[in-house]
């Protein structure tokens, strides 16, 4: 069974930085795009940043310029890292990723269990 696992979030002052971490475990064959999600309470889930199988990357505008996604293939790890944060980034993050499991053909899109990210003085 494949899973996903975050890490990383907490408590940060506005202007500080978080790098979240996700790990995606088990029996593995493939992984396709990597990428980051955030919600909060109330509001529809909103893509923060993606990354493709071939390393290309995509950002919401309210982060560029501030967030960097990357992936380690190796690790089958996608990071992000939150710099210039602010009140207005509070949120859950979710991890998302296209996985196919060896011996499957099929890839599934699976989430991990969400972190909480939190800026406030």
């Known amino acids: 069974q494949v899973q996903l696992v975050e890490s990383g979030g907490g408590l940060v002052q506005p202007g500080g930085s978080l790098n979240l971490s996700c790990v995606a475990s088990?029996?593995?064959?493939?992984?396709?795009?990597m990428g980051w999600y955030r919600q909060v309470p109330g509001e529809q889930r909103e893509l923060v940043a993606m990354?493709?199988?071939?390393?290309?990357?995509s950002y919401a505008g309210s982060v560029k310029g501030r967030f960097t996604i990357s992936r380690d293939n190796a690790k089958n790890t996608v990071y992000l890292q939150m710099n210039s944060l602010k009140p207005e980034d509070t949120a859950v993050y979710y991890c998302?990723?296209?996985?196919?499991?060896?011996?499957?053909?099929?890839?599934?899109?699976?989430w991990g269990q969400g972190t909480q990210v939190t800026v406030s003085s």
């Open positions: 088990g029996s593995i064959g493939s992984i396709y795009a």
């Open positions: 990354t493709t199988g071939s390393g290309s990357t």
């Open positions: 998302n990723a296209g996985v196919r499991a060896m011996l499957s053909i099929r890839a599934l899109n699976l």
